[in-house]
């Protein structure tokens, strides 16, 4: 995901505040009161994180391009 964001030119400021969202990605469950263990994931987007539509956006763009005979307006 961040070699997209770089192929973009995504850079400086923004990508390093990006990157620190994504660099140690963990998540918890919680089951009524419980609360599991963090535990590391590796791939996917951040729930509910506000930048997480605008990244999946530049992966659908390049969906978008390599379907021939489809267009989107």
Request: glycine residues 10%; hydrophobic residues 40%; positive net charge.
């Amino acid at each position: 995901m961040l070699y997209k964001l770089k192929a973009f030119g995504i850079e400086g400021k923004l990508f390093n505040a990006i990157w620190g969202l994504y660099r140690t990605p963990k998540i918890a469950v919680r089951f009524g009161y419980d609360v599991s263990k963090p535990i590391e994931y590796l791939c996917g987007l951040r729930q509910g994180c506000p930048a997480s539509p605008i990244i999946l956006d530049f992966y659908i763009n390049d969906l978008f391009k390599g379907i021939k005979g489809v267009y989107v307006s």
